[in-house]
């Protein structure tokens, strides 16, 4: 592994890793580890640290790999500006690999913004219990620190299956590049941090609002059991968050989502992604990556409220496809709060309609800079996930308790389903339109080993009538798209060049 991106990334350009000359001095003018982390501030500081790769990741990363590569989601594809092949790859199935090695660089970069937190939470966790000070202030800034590595790791195992495994602070070239770790390993890794954050952390009621908490470390382990088959832990982790962490539907499917700069981190929140609008740099421009282009000031403004509306000319991606508007039942409330379209009067295509996610499209001040939070875990997922661990378990009429509540939320009827393979397949499409853009759909395809029948499915389709799929009249997909439907994705080739080990 690179060992820069090992070694450096602590706190950005606030600090650097401890060097030592012959004679032990310590730079006066530098941080180090060695005279940062002497106060709790400093754990402060680089547990806030540790959440900044956050940012970027569900910014720029986490929804191409994780939901523009499934059924939910495609490019609308704008012959005039080009092709953006990292990602047109990705969403075609089609993304580069050799020697379990790929150059795209949407791998990359998610690859190394897990890595950033690993490192940084690596150094917090390494030094945290050689100062002194309050326990309750210890304990839950080292359970966010082992709830953030746990997390990166889980979104690592899941996209690759097997990475290095880093668990202390990497100080020689030697430890810079260690050989891959089994999937069961970095699994077990995973269970133990988010076991003991679980522990650590205040819930929701006394936690600061953004941070991790007892419950988002609970469903996060569930989320890992969910992965592993283990129904009985799932069941009894989620009735627990049920139960004591406070947690709640919104009445409103729309306001389980939060606007640019309220509702955030509501009652249904159990871990997001946080965004501030405005020039500190902190904000995101999700909708801006989203919409569908060629798009005039006329027809963008609608959408974004801005005061000063531009016009955009880009690759359109995360467009939702025919096979997600689809999937909405009748009179189902979701589909037009998560769903909108827009008429773009520069398309050369005959229909010159395009949907976009609407559940980002939240009204914000200047154009490009926006301040809703991400979703990572809703309170609704927490009960889908209860739904699916009671039915595997054959508990299939108390499974429906859990998934009749999200139903009655977005306003429609009790399910119907019976039997155990019926309910299973209710809770499968039920996660589809609930968590639809939320980077879900990629980890429940991977997860119940359907890729290869659905995503085949989908492609053929696709291939069959590209222009359903937002292209142009005579332009069609690559002919390698839909031929790449392995689980994970190649290490990235970059990284593979630094270390012997992939």
């Known amino acids: 592994m690179k060992r820069k991106f090992i070694l450096v990334w602590l706190l950005g350009a606030s600090l650097t890793s401890c060097q030592k000359d012959f004679l032990n001095v310590i730079p006066e003018t530098a941080l180090s580890s060695a005279t940062f982390f002497t106060k709790e501030a400093d754990f402060?500081?680089?547990?806030?640290?540790?959440?900044?790769?956050?940012?970027?990741?569900?910014n720029e990363r986490a929804w191409v790999l994780e939901e523009m590569h499934s059924d939910n989601t495609y490019y609308a594809r704008n012959v005039l500006y080009g092709?953006?092949?990292?990602?047109?790859?990705?969403?075609?199935?089609?993304?580069?690999?050799?020697?379990?090695?790929?150059?795209?660089?949407n791998v990359l970069v998610q690859y190394r913004l897990n890595y950033q937190i690993i490192a940084r939470t690596n150094q917090i966790l390494a030094l945290i219990d050689?100062?002194?000070?309050?326990?309750?202030?210890?304990?839950?800034?080292?359970?966010?620190?082992?709830?953030?590595?746990?997390?990166?790791?889980?979104?690592?195992?899941?996209?690759?299956?097997k990475v290095p495994l880093h668990l202390t602070p990497?100080?020689?070239?030697?430890?810079?590049?260690?050989?891959?770790?089994?999937t069961e390993e970095i699994y077990a890794q995973i269970e133990k941090d988010a076991k003991e954050a679980s522990t650590l952390l205040l819930n929701k009621a006394k936690q600061e609002a953004g941070r991790a908490t007892s419950g988002a470390a609970k469903t996060l382990l569930a989320n890992l059991y969910l992965t592993q088959k283990k129904w009985a832990q799932v069941e009894t982790l989620m009735k627990d968050v049920v139960t004591n962490d406070g947690y709640k539907l919104m009445p409103d499917y729309n306001d389980a989502f939060s606007f640019t700069n309220t509702n955030k981190n509501n009652p249904e929140s159990v871990f997001e992604i946080q965004y501030m609008e405005g020039s500190a740099g902190y904000n995101g421009n999700q909708i801006y990556r989203f919409i569908p282009s060629p798009i005039t000031?006329?027809?963008?403004?609608?959408?974004?409220g801005t005061s000063n509306a531009q016009p955009t000319s880009q690759e359109s991606n995360n467009i939702p496809t025919p096979d997600i508007i689809a999937a909405y039942e009748p009179g189902d409330k979701r589909k037009d709060i998560s769903i909108g379209y827009v008429t773009l009067s520069q398309s050369l295509r005959d229909?010159?309609?395009?949907?976009?996610?609407?559940?980002?499209?939240r009204t914000?001040?200047?154009?490009?800079?926006?301040?809703q939070n991400w979703p990572v875990y809703r309170y609704a997922e927490v009960l889908l996930f209860l739904a699916e661990a009671l039915n595997e378990q054959g508990k299939t009429g108390e499974a429906a308790t859990y998934l009749n509540q999200v139903r009655a939320r977005a306003g429609l009827a009790a399910t119907t389903a019976s039997s155990q393979a019926d309910m299973r397949e209710a809770i499968f499409k039920e996660r589809r339109v609930e968590l639809a853009f939320e980077n879900k759909r990629w980890f429940d395809l991977t997860r119940t080993g359907r890729v290869k029948e659905i995503i085949g499915a989908y492609g053929a389709r696709v291939k069959a009538n590209p222009q359903a799929y937002y292209f142009p009249k005579?332009?069609?997909?690559?002919?390698?798209?839909?031929?790449?439907?392995?689980d994970y994705y190649g290490l990235p080739a970059v990284e593979a060049a630094l270390t012997p080990n992939f």
């Open 170 to 182: 990497v100080t020689s070239r030697e430890d810079a590049a260690l050989p891959l770790s089994s």
């Open 474 to 486: 005579g332009a069609v997909p690559p002919p390698n798209a839909f031929t790449v439907l392995d």
């Open 297 to 304: 000031a006329a027809e963008i403004q609608p959408i974004t």
């Open 130 to 161: 050689k100062v002194d000070f309050a326990a309750a202030s210890k304990n839950n800034l080292k359970g966010q620190a082992l709830f953030l590595r746990a997390f990166a790791y889980f979104d690592l195992v899941r996209l690759f299956g």
């Open 44 to 58: 402060q500081q680089a547990v806030n640290g540790a959440y900044v790769p956050l940012r970027q990741m569900f």
């Open 83 to 105: 092709a953006v092949d990292p990602t047109e790859n990705v969403a075609d199935f089609a993304v580069p690999t050799a020697n379990g090695v790929t150059a795209n660089d």
């Open 364 to 371: 914000h001040a200047l154009h490009n800079n926006t301040g």
């Open 351 to 361: 229909n010159k309609t395009y949907p976009y996610i609407k559940k980002y499209a």
